[in-house]
């Protein structure tokens, strides 16, 4: 795993600095912005990634994480005048700690039962902000201050923040969290027997995991300066899923390689209206089915079969 792991940030790093390095050559505001988009669905990707891939909790309300982060520091700032460098932390606070509640609730469920129970505590969330107009305007949508002129500023802002949420992940996985992580999804009645707290590691990656996505909600609150209740649509969440699927379930770089490559192509098959959502659909079953590592497990698989094998010495050597 260490060798992998390693192999994998430094691919994640690459992406990074090739993203760095983009708007050196890309003028063009809309699609820097598309880029800084990207950005936070990355972070988003990565934080269910943690959940589903690492530990293998499937949450079908990874949207509605960063639609709370995002109203957050949004009404902190709408009500109170609370200025963003207290409602962002803020914001990951509140949204790691509703994780943190829901977690205890929800985590003794399996498979189906929890996937529904996400989907519904995230109609919810969005249906009780939808219908609180005189508190957070609804479908009228909440302005939310921004934090630079330039769009330059939010580019790099939000790339430094996606660089942190990686290599954050990384130092988290090669610790002993991640091995307990890893051996529940794998295996949790093994991971039990070998003294592993199943119930307080689950909890703990649903708590990491909403914080994330609270983080990269502010963020984009601060971006877009406008926010309304869609954030937290199920079509968000299931192109959120897709992103890590289609990346790679279980690796550090296919969330983020995923949520580039998903998010461009939305991009330019948003003339096509629903027809995207049923082409994503239909991607994700087709590589949760046959490539279980998503692209990058399909990048990965000729330089493993390269390998040469060094046959152990035999006992006459």
Same mark, same amino acid.
């Given at each position: ?14 992406? $990074? ?82 994780? $943190? ?37 609804? !479908? $009228? ?44 999804? !794998? ?73 580039? $490559? ?8 948003? !003339? ?46």
């Amino acid at each position: 795993m260490g060798s992998r792991a390693r192999i994998e940030l430094i691919v994640s790093l690459a992406i $990074l600095i090739v993203v760095a390095l983009v708007p050196a050559f890309v003028a063009n505001e809309y699609w820097r912005g598309v880029l800084i988009v990207s950005m936070v669905f990355a972070m988003l990707a990565a934080a269910w990634n943690l959940l589903a891939g690492y530990t293998g909790q499937f949450s079908l309300a990874p949207a509605t994480f960063g639609m709370i982060g995002a109203y957050t520091t949004g009404l902190l700032a709408y009500h109170l005048e609370t200025p963003p460098i207290l409602g962002i932390p803020a914001a990951v606070v509140v949204a790691g700690l509703i994780g $943190l509640v829901l977690g205890r609730i929800v985590l003794r469920l399996r498979g189906p039962y929890l996937a529904l129970t996400t989907l519904s505590f995230a109609e919810i969330m969005r249906l009780v902000i939808s219908n609180s107009i005189d508190f957070t305007r609804g !479908d $009228l949508g909440l302005n939310v201050p921004g934090l630079f002129q330039s769009r330059l500023a939010y580019y790099y802002l939000i790339l430094g923040a996606l660089a942190a949420v990686q290599l954050g992940l990384y130092w988290l996985l090669q610790t002993p969290v991640g091995l307990y992580l890893r051996a529940i999804r !794998d295996d949790e009645i093994a991971a039990a027997s070998r003294g592993v707290k199943i119930v307080w590691w689950k909890t703990y990656a649903f708590a990491l995991s909403a914080a994330i996505s609270g983080l990269a909600g502010a963020l984009y609150a601060h971006f877009a300066q406008l926010i309304s209740p869609e954030l937290g649509l199920i079509s968000q969440s299931g192109l959120i899923i897709s992103m890590a699927v289609i990346g790679g379930l279980g690796t550090l770089v296919g969330p983020l390689g995923g949520a580039f $490559l998903v998010y461009y192509a939305s991009e330019f098959l948003r !003339d096509f209206g629903n027809y995207q959502l049923i082409a994503f659909a239909l991607l994700v079953i087709l590589f949760a089915r046959f490539f279980r590592e998503g692209l990058w497990g399909l990048l990965r698989r000729p330089f493993e079969r390269s390998r040469p094998i060094i046959a152990a010495p035999s006992p006459a050597e």
